[in-house]
Each structure stands twice: as structure tokens, then as C-alpha cells.
């Protein structure tokens, strides 16, 4: 007996950014499936989904980051539960989407009696029933070993790249840090023809601190040119603040700041507002609350590149070419 089977999608998200999601799912041309989220008067939760999905290729969509109701823990366990759901509802596959993969940050022992808690997430992903990750920008690529499966490392590197050339003309890329050379580096050889250079801050991050650095110099000519300082987060925003003002000291005329990830706690939006810093360039990976959002920061839509590269995951074609082989650095 022979039988042709017809492939599903389905796209469930979380609660803590369904904007992001929903205009995932408007430019995949399928309906945001309801989970069916639950929450009792301890705190649990319970997903019940309101559809059958077994067989189906599943993608379970949160970005981890906290709000005024929920912690940045709750986000991850209530995408845990959703994907354990999915598995007891014989889904054919089950995919993790994480934009912002929570943790990131720790991703080795800097100093002794540490944890590596970006790889005790992956071991969660993957126990809850997670057969492949799919993330935005992770703070660092070995992230991608973490995870016992298929990784698609996506870039936001062509959506800021964009603007960019919509808005600026020979511009020098900064990576704040030693750290995201090879990052800035691709993106100014990429520019070379609107004539971008490279350069780098030099900074120092003091002993058993953390949010905390200092710029100590610049390693490359910045004097009368506009610079854009790129990274993949703005957390606290020390780092591109410090950095933004010796830029500054050494001659720059300008300068902007671009990140994937806007994270924005703690004090980072009161730097902002006070850093001579003209524009701030985040996607939105993360949710900006109405008392973020301040007039020099911009927010670009990663929604297309998200649903291109599910779409490939679904037909089983290739997300490297979406971004010609350099979304895995």
C-alpha cells in the first residue's frame, strides 16, 4: 500500500513578544497556532493546544527576556513545556526558535566555581523533546556545539546592512571589543563599496564585574568620519556609551550604534538618551515597552529573514544560502 502524505506547518509562540511572531507567521502565509496557555494561581502553567499536530513540522517561537510579569526564566520554561507538549502530541518534528537565546553570556568559566548555563539551556531544549535550534546572533558560536542537533546560527548582519546603505556614505565600522572583529570586519568589506574601514575599541573589563567596561583606546584612523559601533547586544549600555565617547575624543564626527538585540536593562536607556550617540539601530528580536523607546533608536523588522529561514528548515532546502554562507561565524 503506498500513501502520500502532505506536510504541515505549525508556528506556536509564547508570551512574551507574539508581535514577532505574528508578523513571522504573516510572512510565512500560515496563522499563528493558539497554544493554549494556562496559568494557575501558583504560577504554572499549562499548554493545551487547540489543534492536532501530529506529524507536523512544529516551530515553537519565544525570546527569552523578562518584563514586569515575567522573568527571562519564566520565558524559557514556558517554551520547555510547549516544545514537552508538542513530543506528547507526536509532532514529526519539533523546532526551537529562540531570536534571543538567553544565557549566552554564559558560555565558559571565566573564573573558577562558575557555570556554563548557555549549555545547561541546550540540555533543556533538548530533553523537553527540541530535535533543532534555530537563533539569532548568539553571543558566540560555540553556543551552536551546545546543542545536541541541527543548529541554524541566522545573521541580522544583511537587514542592518541595509540601512546602512540607505542612510550613510563611508563610514568606519567599530566592533566595541576585540571580541567582534571578525564580525565588523566582514560587515566593512561587505561596505567597501560605499568606502567603510574597520576599526576597534580597546577595552577592559575589571575583575569579577560584571556590565562593567571600560574603553581605553581606538586601533584604527576614525578622525573626521562617521562611525557605526556594531554588536550583538546594547544590555546595560556601558560599553557602547564609553565607547561612543572616546570615539569622539579621537575625532569622529558622528557616531551610531547597531546591535541585534536590544536588550536595554538596568540603566541603559538613561545612558542612551545622555550618550553622544545620534542613532541607536536594534532589531526586533526583543520587545522595546513604551518606556524605552526613546527618539534616536530605530527599530528594523527581523521577521522577513526569520520566516525565509524556517521556510528552508520546512522544505528541507539549505539557510546558509539565504545569507551566502556567512550566518555560522
Known amino acids: 500500500m503506498e500513501k502520500f502524505t502532505t506536510k504541515r506547518m505549525s508556528l506556536f509562540t509564547g508570551r512574551t513578544h507574539p508581535a514577532l511572531a505574528q508578523e513571522v507567521a504573516e510572512h510565512l502565509g500560515i496563522e499563528l497556532s493558539d497554544p493554549n496557555l494556562v496559568e494557575f494561581a501558583n504560577g ?38 510547549m516544545i514537552d507538549t508538542a513530543y506528547r502530541a507526536s509532532a514529526k518534528r519539533i523546532t526551537a526558535v529562540c531570536p534571543f537565546y538567553g544565557y549566552a553570556r ?61 542612510h550613510a556614505h563611508e563610514p568606519v565600522i567599530v566592533s566595541p571589543d576585540a571580541g567582534r572583529i571578525k564580525v565588523a570586519a566582514r560587515m566593512a568589506e ?47 549600555g556601558g560599553t557602547i556609551t564609553s565607547a561612543a565617547e572616546i570615539l569622539l575624543q579621537r575625532g569622529a564626527t558622528e557616531v551610531w550604534a547597531m546591535a541585534t538585540h536590544g536588550v536595554l536593562s538596568g540603566p541603559a536607556v538613561d545612558r542612551l538618551k545622555n550618550a553622544p550617540i545620534n542613532r541607536i539601530v536594534l532589531t526586533n528580536t526583543l520587545p522595546l515597552p513604551p518606556e524605552k523607546q526613546i527618539d534616536k533608536i530605530e527599530v528594523l523588522s527581523i521577521a522577513p529573514l526569520i520566516a525565509d529561514a524556517l521556510n528552508a528548515v520546512f522544505d528541507d532546502t539549505s539557510v546558509s544560502e539565504i545569507f551566502g554562507g556567512e550566518n555560522q561565524g
Do not use: W
Not at 489543534?51 to 520547555?80: A, K, W
Not at 541546550?122 to 534555530?134: N, S
Not at 558566540?140 to 541541527?150: E, L, M, R, T, V
Open 44 to 81: 504554572e502553567i499549562r499548554p493545551r493546544f487547540t489543534e492536532s499536530i501530529r506529524g507536523s513540522d512544529v516551530f515553537i517561537m519565544q525570546t527569552h527576556c523578562g518584563s514586569e510579569e515575567h522573568s527571562i526564566n519564566d520565558s524559557i520554561m514556558e517554551q520547555l513545556i
Open 106 to 166: 554564559q558560555d565558559r568559566k571565566a573564573e573558577g566555581r562558575e557555570p556554563i548555563t548557555a549549555r545547561l539551556v541546550a540540555d533543556l531544549f533538548k530533553a523537553a523533546g527540541a530535535q533543532r535550534m534555530v537563533s539569532l546572533d548568539l553571543h558566540s558560536g560555540q553556543i551552536q556545539g551546545f546543542f545536541d542537533g541541527p543548529v541554524d546560527h541566522l545573521t541580522a548582519t544583511p537587514v542592518l546592512e541595509k540601512y546602512v546603505r540607505q
Open 190 to 236: 561587505r561596505l567597501g563599496d560605499l568606502g567603510a574601514d574597520l576599526a576597534f575599541i580597546y577595552k577592559r573589563r575589571p575583575k569579577g564585574t560584571a556590565n562593567q567596561a571600560e574603553a581605553k583606546e581606538v586601533i584604527g584612523d576614525v578622525n573626521g568620519r562617521l562611525c557605526i559601533l556594531t554588536d550583538d547586544m546594547i544590555d546595560s
